[in-house]
């Protein structure tokens, strides 16, 4: 079993290696004719070597990841982590709240060490990489809140989460699959509702757009798309970077429209109009609530596997440890891999095809030739790649390339 978790964490590293090196041998292709006056040579070469910083970057993270992950296994890192989670809980006496407790510390102490460890790396990407190629915006204080921020945030999902699957397994062994999705399918569900009033505030301000040209364009398009417009907000994003977006968060009345900051900077009022016009498609078209009744499907799968796994006991022994929940559900974490890159390409696949859709919605609005203007002036603020390798765009892409959505959206309005 050991040899087939170390194939799984091989494999995956060198799948991405080569996936990077084809990418990298599309660089120097011409640009394709349609994106050649956002692409001049200086943009171009400055795009190229954002692109190899990037790539450098990688295969360092993927590296180092792959060699901490292979010297703790073979070298009992896991087993002594595991010994080290028993004997502080040996005191207490309710065997479901040691299990609980064991769960919740062993996840908490591997989730803080990947969090320590990817400092550096972190800093290096903000403040050098992103700073030399003029994204960066962030502060070292802004920069360490986040860190801090984000890291407990992250902690305390994971003892809820932890708290309510180990308490259902101790529980009732036989509903764990099911019992747990439910319990899980709630917190997300709840989560994904609350996005804006629980997460965000936590690390952006939202202000609502205020009355003036945007918001009426804005109205305009709403009505013309018979589309209930709820709440539109700007978020501060260029607090830390100039890359710039629009999204719509929650559903049913938490639903609202989010703009950047730096969006609104970026592109004319037509344009954002046009942007949102894509993101209403996809709100029209129902891929939002379509996405989640899929995750949900994909977490219940994964925890009919996660019973199987448990039933029969097979993993925690492959690494030395004595039987118990909390390492063999590490272990299925990483025998769970495999499935779930096959799942991602088909995410990405469904994903790339409502992008279309989406684009369509705004193209049958009337506004094809601004949402061209708009994701060409953002593609080129963001040193997008202009020549991604199908492969590439095949494994890791949940929108179309550039050039595609651009192809696409002149079909018509040419
Ligand atoms: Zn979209």
Same mark, same amino acid.
């Given at each position: ?142 920069? &360490? ?6 890291? /407990?945030? %992250?902690? !305390? @999902?994971?003892? $809820?989460? #932890? ?124 891929? &939002? ?6 995750? /949900?499907? %994909?977490? !219940? @799968?994964?925890? $009919?596997? #996660? ?108």
């Amino acid at each position: 079993m050991l040899y087939v978790i170390t194939a799984i964490l091989v494999l995956d590293f060198v799948l991405g290696r080569v996936l990077s090196v084809l990418n990298a041998s599309y660089e120097h292709l011409p640009i394709p004719e349609e994106i050649c006056d956002i692409y001049n040579e200086e943009r171009h070469s400055k795009q190229v070597s954002y692109a190899k910083v990037n790539r450098q970057l990688s295969w360092l993270t993927n590296g180092l990841s792959l060699l901490i992950m292979l010297l703790m296994l073979y070298l009992g890192g896991f087993r002594w982590i595991d010994l080290w989670v028993h004997d502080i809980t040996s005191e207490v006496v309710n065997p479901i709240w040691r299990d609980i407790m064991m769960a919740v510390c062993y996840f908490s102490l591997l989730e803080l060490a990947e969090s320590v460890i990817s400092i550096p790396i972190s800093v290096y990407r903000t403040f050098v990489v992103e700073q030399r190629f003029g994204f960066n915006t962030t502060t070292p204080t802004t920069f &360490t809140l986040d860190w801090l921020k984000s890291t /407990l945030l %992250q902690l !305390l @999902l994971i003892s $809820v989460v #932890l708290a309510a699957v180990v308490g259902v397994y101790d529980s009732i062994p036989d509903w764990f699959w099911l019992v747990s999705w439910a319990v899980v399918a709630v917190i997300s569900v709840f989560v994904s509702y609350f996005y804006s009033q629980l997460i965000v505030p936590l690390f952006n301000k939202q202000t609502p757009l205020p009355q003036g040209e945007l918001r009426d364009a804005i109205e305009k398009l709403a009505a013309q798309a018979g589309f209930h417009l709820t709440d539109i907000y700007v978020m501060d994003s260029s607090k830390r970077t100039t890359h710039a977006n629009a999204y719509f968060a929650g559903f049913g009345k938490k639903r609202r429209i989010v703009l950047y900051d730096t969006l609104i900077e970026q592109l004319s009022t037509d344009e954002i109009v046009a942007v949102l016009a894509h993101e209403i498609g996809h709100s029209r078209h129902n891929h &939002t609530a379509k996405a989640m009744a899929t995750g /949900l499907a %994909q977490q !219940l @799968l994964m925890f $009919v596997l #996660l019973g199987l796994a448990l039933r029969y006991n097979l993993l925690a022994g492959a690494i030395g440890c004595e039987p118990s929940f909390h390492v063999n559900m590490f272990l299925f974490s990483i025998l769970y891999e495999p499935l779930s890159l096959l799942l991602s390409l088909l995410g990405n696949y469904v994903s790339r095809k409502n992008e279309y859709e989406a684009d369509a919605f705004a193209r049958s609005n009337g506004l094809a030739q601004s949402l061209v203007v708009a994701l060409k002036k953002l593609s080129a603020n963001s040193l997008s790649n202009p020549n991604p390798h199908p492969a590439f765009v095949f494994f890791y892409y949940s929108h179309p390339t550039l050039v595609q959505r651009i192809r696409a959206l002149s079909n018509t309005y040419k």
